[in-house]
């Protein structure tokens, strides 16, 4: 189960599901296993629960794609680069505090960009990491409010927006994510 959409303008799709019940102790040995039982994958992970939905990670990651084709990137790494869209960021260190899976993460949303659609890579690492689970990338009315807060989007940026809130806050997030371009 997992989401997958292309690129425009490239040979690459990004595939996104998640996991929920999730228990990492040390991060760095579960990117290190993940690493081995994946190679030359280029994923990322992300705390579901501060993610709005897949349309999120996928904006971020073409983000990310289009940002190193331009030469426009932070990171030399793609799977970073889309950390930091999806975050909002433009500090790896920030992004990682802000949306990154720590060992309180119970919910684990998971991005990986190949040229495959619907990579099963990514099926791979949420069952590695716990039980496979696209629920974990739902919006409900806690999880907006928590996310309105976590990103600094106001009730009046939102009604703006003219649409459902919980797309009109993936709306702006993903704007937010757009303009990091532009503060480099």
């Given amino acids: 189960m997992s989401y997958s959409y292309p690129i425009t303008d490239s040979d690459l799709y990004v595939t996104i599901t998640a996991a929920a019940n999730t228990k990492i102790t040390d991060i760095n040995k579960t990117l290190s296993e993940l690493d ?8 990322q992970l992300f705390d579901a629960d501060k993610i709005t939905d897949q349309h999120q990670l996928y904006y971020a990651a073409a983000n990310a794609y289009y940002a190193m084709e331009n030469k426009g990137n932070i990171s030399n790494k793609l799977e970073v680069e889309t950390l930091l869209y999806a975050s909002t960021q ?61 990103y600094e989007i106001t009730d009046t940026a939102i009604e703006t927006v003219g649409c459902d809130k919980y797309k009109a806050l993936t709306s702006l997030i993903t704007e937010k994510s757009t303009l990091i371009s532009l503060r480099r």
């Fill in 90 to 150: 433009n500090q790896i260190s920030k992004a990682i505090k802000l949306i990154g899976v720590s060992e309180k993460t119970q919910r684990i949303a998971i991005v990986v960009i190949s040229e495959q659609q619907n990579d099963s890579a990514a099926s791979k690492i949420a069952e590695y990491l716990g039980d496979v689970d696209l629920k974990a990338l739902e919006m409900n009315q806690t999880k907006f409010e928590a996310l309105k807060n976590l």
């Fill in 36 to 43: 081995k039982q994946v190679a030359g994958t280029v994923f």
